[in-house]
């Protein structure tokens, strides 16, 4: 069963740093590109970050550039988002998603067919 699963959502204070992590199931994951999306409420779902298979390309939405890292360990089959110094506006529910077989990372929700159910991550002030 082709699956794949966030973690390490939680409340945290502005400032703070937090790192989501996300693993797959039933993918060639050494192929597979990997990204991160976020959606608050009222929001469409934007997306954050994501990184090839190679690991050549990495992407990261201006909101972030300079405080997310994105990173992968194909050995563990987990991607990694490290958040340092959140904000307020990083509150959201963020979702992991997967596609095999690119030889990139794209940045639009439809380039992946693979979803995660979401971790909700709060920022207070």
């Known amino acids: 069963q082709v699956q794949v699963v966030e973690s390490g959502g939680a409340s945290v204070k502005a400032g703070e740093p937090l790192t989501l992590s996300c693993t797959t199931f039933g993918l060639t994951f050494e192929q597979t590109s990997m990204a991160w999306f976020r959606q608050a409420p009222g929001k469409r779902r934007e997306s954050v970050s994501c990184?090839?298979?190679?690991?050549?390309?990495?992407f990261y939405a201006d909101s972030v550039k300079g405080r997310f890292t994105v990173s992968r360990d194909n050995a563990k089959n987990m991607v990694y988002l490290q958040m340092n110094n959140l904000k307020p506006e990083d509150t959201a529910t963020y979702y992991c998603?997967?596609?095999?077989?690119?030889?990139?990372?794209?940045?639009?929700?439809?380039?992946?067919?693979?979803w995660g159910q979401g971790t909700q991550v709060t920022v207070s002030s």
């Open positions: 990184i090839s298979w190679t690991e050549v390309t990495t």
């Open positions: 998603a997967a596609e095999e077989y690119l030889g990139y990372c794209p940045r639009q929700l439809g380039g992946y067919s693979v």
